[in-house]
């Protein structure tokens, strides 16, 4: 791998953290009901053209972190073709979270679009 690559590398990884707590919660936020990892991941991956793909596994740590701040809702249901499932569900405060970083995310884009501008 050249320098060039393990630079990109590591500046999408950079970016990925920042924003996959955005994407989950706007992901929930569009769900009629509760969704567990895998369809998150796989709406993640649908949705975001796979630039937001990746391992499923890395999903679970942020889900508990947004879980933990207040931010979601949780349940265990039983599995007929495996382990249980954890369900995820925006409540009122991530809603309230979501419309907040949405806007932050804005800004930091359109602020970032007129730097870039007449670069290429």
């Keep these: 791998m050249s320098d060039l690559d393990a ?3 590591k500046f999408q990884k950079e970016l ?3 924003t996959v ?3 989950l919660l706007a992901v929930l936020a569009k769900a009629p009901e509760p969704l567990y990892g895998y369809l998150i991941a796989k709406e993640l991956e649908r949705t975001g053209e796979g630039v ?3 391992k499923q596994s890395a999903l679970y740590p942020v889900l508990r972190n947004l879980e933990g701040a207040g931010l979601l809702e949780s349940h ?3 599995s007929v073709a495996g382990p249980p499932r954890r369900y995820y ?3 009122e405060d991530g809603r309230a979270a979501l419309r907040q970083w949405i806007a932050a995310w ?3 884009r359109d602020s970032l679009e007129s ?3 007449g670069i290429n």
Excluded: D, K, Q, Y
Aim: proline share 4%; charged share 15%.
């Design 89 to 91: 569900r925006i409540n």
């Design 76 to 78: 265990v249901e039983p």
């Design 52 to 54: 937001l793909s990746g």
């Design 21 to 23: 707590s955005l994407a």
């Design 106 to 108: 804005t800004a930091t």
């Design 16 to 18: 990925s953290t920042g």
């Design 7 to 9: 630079h990109l590398r």
């Design 115 to 117: 730097v870039l501008e």
